[in-house]
């Protein structure tokens, strides 16, 4: 785009062209170090340039700020990563369906208030927790949707005093549009990250009670289910021990994900417009929370077909109270009155 | 559906029709009570129509359980309100559309960090507001989306052994879908109407800092906005003031929804599958969060034509320091190198 | 006060003191009515005394505005309910200290991630909840030291130009000392009524807890304690239910706590010093957040008691697993090395 | 005081003694390393021991678990953190008292509402926040009683079947008491960490609340305060820049803080009883909410006595309206009743 509205030359764009593929090459090789006083990448790059290549360095910086060009890369940042949470969740519905082919039809209680409450199957359980996650498709891509807007050449947030042609940046970038007002581009910070956050929340909503159920029912009181031992650990004192850590974390991955997205939602929350050293310190919640969702769908993805079924502990746990629903209904089919039929079926268990 | 399916007779389906239109008129009227004992209004009618005209009342609850009942209800609840909300934003893009015509052009410094940074204009200033409103539209309809599908006739979270007609009732009751997997219509308790709030905070985002905007626009320091005395008020004290408290309480409205949000977020994040009272607390902070939404959006637009321009404060502020960026690029035009240009810029600045 | 210093003369003084008895007598009566227009009772109070006694109402806002009385206000409610609190917890382990006399010799499996571990009795188990409860009496008397200080007089953040005896009144409104900066006493708004909360949130995370453990030892698996019928509910479909929604609500209620607080840290945490009308919203989560945890107190007051060991169940879950750390250690008494005597029951067990 | 109960003999005891001090000298020289498979410190020092004093070594974990050592470390961890953080309170208290006696008497406009109220003194104003931090102290005092009780020798939660002395061992660790009840050790974690944050964020708000402050007061149009310009920043496209960022970051800060009590909160708060993996996730968030405060708390000192007035601003700022409730008061003073006084001023602004 420089070179095209001829704020560079071509040989300029040329070396420029150059510099970066050396400076890729040298961080490859762990060559390219950035100092404390360069603070961050940008600075880094501009004075190799310079050093290197004279003029072409210092019109690097030319229609831009350091502040859209962090908000360009935490936003390219972010939709990677929600593609790859989807690829994730799409991988992990797949291999519940096949989990549900092989094990659906088992019979298991189904419960309310932690009482047993009526029969289902262990596939109709599995299913619950497909069916979110499906569900978290449309959320991800509103998401998606929402962040791609290019803020490049929103300067730091009021724009750039020169003729720069942002829909080519936006294009180059792969982003859909131009996001245009540069305010509006700062507004966006935090804003956008929550949104990012809160999809995510959604997600492990669903790993987390999964992973719930499971501690449930891999106790040795239920005993529905079971991993072998290679998934459990032990203890330092007591050597019987089989434990399902691996749930316990990803019970407990929720809060990390969720405690993120409120970092995010507070710390923009209540600034005035423009753009706030505050909004740094979006970064590693936004980063932490992304991280911890990745990490949780892959151990769910492992551990997904793994599950056991314990079948005599299935069968001997559908006692007969599961059916007095069925058996109100039964009277029903007949022809009873609901009502009629619930008073009959409560008044014969009560006499027992 | 139930006299399709043959579970009512005709005379019972006409009964049940004239007892509701019955029981409307009274609740209307005040006339309709429900009793401790009854816990809630499906008790109440039940024993109504019972009372009245006998069977009918008796299997009015065949095929349901007040648990899909009170899904049912709570999700119109939520679409509804939020087709208000998009409508209130609607207006208020519009609203503040019209005042960026009549007032948009005058100039205004942009801050960043508080401190004078590049000149914008007051309508730049409230199109990034604008923009963020326009954006929420997607996802508000992404949460419509996920809530459009009917959890009736799934019971109390396991089915009904009864051949019920699920999507007949999803069609009467305006859902685009079924959905069909009883188990996850419970896991879908908490975790839907996170969303819903989750899209309320992302448009009371925007509100609450264009409050804080206006809080600090509007103190005798910078001055650049008013209201007409009408909307300010008093101290029982001091006797010369005049308060932007409408603006206090648009700001700190956003808190009270975060609350509802991770209230909700809260109670639903790590239960088993299956229905648990905990989820019955989730209705407070819901409606609590909706409304609160509601009422900030109204108060917006009664405010947004109101806000006046203090021309002569806004003339004062666009000091020189504004421009010394412009200046840099009036360089960057002529082909000094952008680094160049900023450190001749800024050497004369220190100069001064 | 008023008097001593001569700001009001004998007679206005006791035409005060005469209106005020006959404000409490008719508000008793339910005739005091404050208007829309008064917005408050401090206004009502003032113009009822204005009417009727002249001089005396036109005085009685003499060295005080609205602001600091509602500080007062605020915080002589706060103890109040800090000390109610207290007292409820007290009546609560004292409530634990006689079922453990009772029944807690009793042996139960003690569970670590939901595995059975190592034998406790239920005793040590109810002990643990006793002891948190004790704890939080500490807790709690440092909130009302912090609270013990007497606004009044601040007036609405800078004093009050005039020789008031702040000394005086605080003495007379029972606080231990006067808060004497009058911007700090804006300041400590929302920061000490999260410090009120932040105790309530200790207490309620003991109880629901407690409500957790007891809705797993409940559930027919486990099965270690019953409460009788009259304490649970049925269901509107399933005849055979008995369900413990009670300890649900418990466990739920900590999170109304916790998203109170929440809310009350929000609204005043970065606000600049002065009063801001944002603050009236602490209000709300804080009456909320107290009576939440008085009532979920006192329900635990009414189940304590009634909480009904299975014995049969409890004596048959103390298998033999429980007991392979005591094997290691009869070992290690014995003179082997801990590993040593680890490791040889470790392989023992997997042998079999 | 296995010695002294004979689970070691002098021999064994030595040789412990004189292997930890190796492995502390090998730590410091950065030779002491910890392999994946030993997964923490405590089974690297018992490998490291075996290996080179046999028995002695296979003898350490006698009467723990890695549960209770790692409770232990924690604990001493909170208690050491929770006294630097009251002696930098102390240091800020004592900076800020120097700063109040140099600069307390000027004048200044105490705001409410962010619009001008009455007359203070810089003084005044800064004195507010040392009364925050004074108060702070006993909030703290009464965490580190909380804190002050040996969990050493409850085992996993079920305690040791061994005659372990654990008042010894608490004493040697220098803690005041025996936290006796071995399940109560395990539900103070998290419940306790949490009171440590909840400490933190008390300050952490008076810290982001003064930082909010300078913020304003150091904008163009308040201009009451400034630092020199090396503790300020620039731009990388606006040449006159002069940002004050260290307030931004404190001011966010206390979100940090906030988010890390609000994980603590979550992953304890609704878990059963005993030790759950959940709860190793408790040590990121309160390393870093203590981490945060104790920087935060450091650079304050720093600036704290950097703040200059700028004297002619704050002169300029004390306008007439501020006098107005000193008007209503002088009259007061010659007898008028509060309300007549306060009706008059505010008739005379009007017309004006």
Request: proline residues 3%.
């Amino acid at each position: 785009m420089l070179l095209n509205r001829e704020f560079l030359n071509a040989v300029e764009f040329r070396n420029i062209e150059k510099g970066l593929a050396e400076i890729l090459d040298l961080w490859k090789n762990g060559k390219f170090h950035i100092s404390q006083e360069q603070e961050d990448c940008h600075a880094a790059i501009e004075q190799y340039l310079t050093e290197k290549y004279g003029s072409a360095g210092q019109k690097i910086h030319t229609g831009r700020s350091r502040n859209d060009q962090s908000l360009v890369m935490i936003r390219l940042y972010e939709i990677a990563q929600l593609k790859n949470i989807t690829k994730l969740c799409k991988e992990l519905v797949e291999t519940w369906s096949k989990w549900i082919k092989k094990n659906g039809k088992t019979p298991m209680p189904g419960y309310t208030h932690m009482q047993k409450a009526m029969p289902t199957t262990v596939g109709a359980w599995q299913e619950s927790y497909k069916n979110a996650l499906e569900d978290a498709g449309g959320l991800v891509e509103a998401v998606i949707e929402l962040l791609d807007q290019s803020p490049l050449g929103s300067g730091s947030g009021y724009g750039i005093p020169l003729d720069i042609d942002r829909k080519a940046t936006a294009h180059e970038l792969g982003f859909k549009k131009v996001q245009s007002n540069p305010i509006y581009c700062q507004l966006s910070r935090g804003l956008f990250e929550a949104q990012t956050l809160n999809a995510a929340v959604f997600i492990m909503t669903a790993l987390s009670r999964w992973a719930s159920d499971l501690l449930l029912f891999t106790t040795s009181e239920f005993g529905y289910f079971s991993l072998s031992a290679e998934f459990c650990t032990g203890s330092s004192i007591m050597p019987q021990k089989k434990n399902y850590d691996v749930f316990e974390i990803m019970r407990a991955n929720l809060t990390v994900v969720q405690a993120a997205q409120f970092e995010v939602q507070q710390i923009s929350g209540r600034l005035y417009s423009g753009y706030h050293r505050d909004l740094q310190l979006v970064k590693p919640p936004l980063v932490r929370g992304i991280s911890v969702t990745l990490d949780t769908l892959e151990t769910a993805l492992v551990l997904a077909p793994q599950l056991q079924l314990n079948k005599e502990k299935l069968a001997a746990s559908m006692t007969s109270e599961l059916f007095a629903t069925t058996k109100v209904y039964s009277n029903v089919k007949k022809g009873v009155a609901f009502r009629t039929a619930y008073d009959n079926v409560k008044r014969s268990i009560k006499r027992n």
